[in-house]
């Protein structure tokens, strides 16, 4: 079993930054790949970025490619989502998924654990 819990969601003007942290527990983040997905009020939830378990292979939603970056630091069980130069249409409840294979994957229900997800807010 995997608990994830994501921090560093807020409120923040277009232009801005944010980076969100996913905070792992339990045995298997060891080899498991971590994505982001995001879910704006009124529509379905969409992929954002991944990244495998090594960490070398990325993938990003192209809404997002050149403005955000998955990273993860596995000796601290921890993922993260720089997000920059945001928009409004960034707004959503953003939220942290783990698989139980290493590679990446864009499609929701390839990932087995969810945390709650984190409110961002982009203001014009």
């Known amino acids: 079993q995997v608990q994830l819990v994501e921090s560093g969601g807020g409120l923040v003007q277009a232009g801005g930054s944010l980076r969100l942290s996913c905070a792992a527990s339990?045995?298997?983040?060891?080899?498991?790949?971590m994505g982001w997905f995001r879910q704006a009020p009124g529509k379905e939830r969409e992929f954002v970025a991944a990244?495998?378990?090594?960490?070398?292979?990325?993938s990003y939603a192209d809404s997002v490619k050149g403005r955000f970056t998955i990273s993860r630091d596995n000796a601290k069980n921890t993922v993260y989502l720089q997000m920059n130069s945001l928009k409004p249409e960034d707004t959503a409840v953003y939220y942290c998924?783990?698989?139980?294979?290493?590679?990446?994957?864009?499609?929701?229900?390839?990932?087995?654990?969810w945390g709650q997800g984190t409110q961002v807010t982009v203001s014009s």
């Open positions: 998924a783990a698989r139980v294979q290493p590679s990446v994957a864009g499609r929701d229900t390839l990932y087995a654990y």
């Open positions: 990244i495998s378990w090594s960490g070398g292979y990325t």
């Open positions: 339990g045995r298997t983040f060891s080899g498991a790949a």
